[in-house]
């Protein structure tokens, strides 16, 4: 049994470890952490307290895969619920579908009884306003609702080095069975209604219990592009080890043109438990291992493979 996750996932890792111990599934236990994740104010980059869209608005977004049957759940851009994984679990339970988005997502999460609530905090909102009036005036910012340019805004005030935050999940279970999981606020100040590689299953988020699971952090769109969780996974499966499959898909990365390039982070768990992180962010980079003999969780620094970063603003 074991649970690796990306370091804000400090909160929730005992319990995860915990809900394996007491017989819990992988996915299980992959919800079960992320919830404590999400229920914390204080990580503005998840759930309850996460940064806001550039209208103000915290969108959230969440995936779950059980890698024994590569049955999948995902929401995006869900607004006013406060666990959004539990959300994208109940897609996977309840529905012939794989991701619910927006309006559609709150509908279904009212039907299945889930706890609504404000996610903006006010210490979120006060660093929304802060961070916007660096780049615009007040009288912008209070028009922003009604303008027909907010397209131009999205690229100065998301600054992909500071803007992200993710939590990820992977867990394998007392019969062998791996989960992964991720949830989102996304990127602060994104345009509404995008969504990230979080919700995207085989860009942030991969499991497969014959080889292994792979998770994201970092610029989603850059994730979405090169499907890197399941590339991931594939280079598990032709005999890569886990640091191997983190290399390649940084790699690959690496070979991504245009004009919006950032960092990236990869977590790895293969099927014979052998772990690895990757960062193209900066040395120093964490992630934590918590096994069923350990008595408490083990910080692994990340793999530093840098990649090409760049950003052209408006
Ligand atoms: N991957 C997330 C997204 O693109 C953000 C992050 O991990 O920093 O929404």
Redesign the pocket.
């Known amino acids: 049994m074991m649970i690796i996750c990306s370091e804000n996932g400090k909160v929730g890792i005992t319990t995860a470890m915990e809900v394996l111990k007491a017989r819990g599934s992988a996915l299980d236990a992959v919800e079960a952490g992320i919830r404590l994740v999400e229920a914390n104010a204080e990580d503005h980059?998840v759930g309850l307290g996460g940064y806001p869209n550039l209208l103000g608005a915290v969108e959230l977004?969440a995936s779950l895969m059980d890698g024994s049957t590569r049955m999948s759940g995902a929401v995006g851009a869900i607004k006013g619920f406060a666990h959004p994984i539990s959300i994208a679990r109940a897609v996977l339970e309840k529905l012939p579908h794989v991701l619910l988005v927006g309006e559609g997502a709150e509908r279904f999460a009212r039907e299945m009884g889930f706890e609504e609530r404000e996610m903006l905090t006010e210490a979120a909102a006060a660093a929304w306003r802060e961070k916007l009036l660096r780049v615009m005036d007040a009288p912008t910012l209070a028009e922003l609702p009604e303008r027909r340019d907010l397209w131009r805004w999205v690229q100065l005030s998301s600054d992909p080095q500071r803007?992200?935050?993710?939590t990820n999940f992977i867990a394998m279970d007392s019969i062998g069975n791996l989960a992964s999981g991720v949830s989102?606020s996304?990127?602060f100040a994104k345009y509404p209604g995008r969504l990230?590689?979080?919700p995207i299953i085989g860009a942030?988020n991969y499991a497969d219990s014959r080889y292994g699971a792979a998770t994201?952090?970092?610029?989603?769109?850059m994730?979405i592009r090169a499907g890197t969780a399941r590339s991931a996974i594939l280079h598990l499966q032709q005999g890569a080890s886990p640091e191997e499959a983190g290399r390649r898909v940084m790699e690959d990365l690496d070979t991504l043109g245009g004009p919006y390039l950032s960092g990236m982070n990869v977590l790895i768990l293969d099927a014979q438990g052998r772990h690895a992180g990757m960062t193209s962010h900066a040395e120093g980079r964490n992630y934590l291992v918590l096994d069923e003999a350990m008595t408490a969780p083990e910080t692994f620094t990340r793999t530093l493979i840098a990649t090409r970063q760049h950003w052209q603003g408006a």
């Open positions: 980059s977004d803007s992200g935050g993710t989102t996304g990127w990230g590689d979080s942030g994201c952090t970092g610029m989603g769109e994730a």
